[in-house]
């Protein structure tokens, strides 16, 4: 599923957070793969460290 390699490449990119001068992260594709849950996920597993 689309999901996890989504989930997967945006668990690569939190491992560098911060340490590039800019950080972007974009979700974009057809309806149904994932992308509010990721972004969902995504608030949650920061919202104990950031918020």
Known sequence: MFYQQY???LESSLATLGN???N???FYGTPGIGKTELCQWFYKSLQ???L
């Open 7 to 9: 989930r997967q490449e």
């Open 24 to 26: 972007i992260l974009i």
């Open 20 to 22: 590039q001068a800019q």
């Open 48 to 50: 104990p460290e950031y």
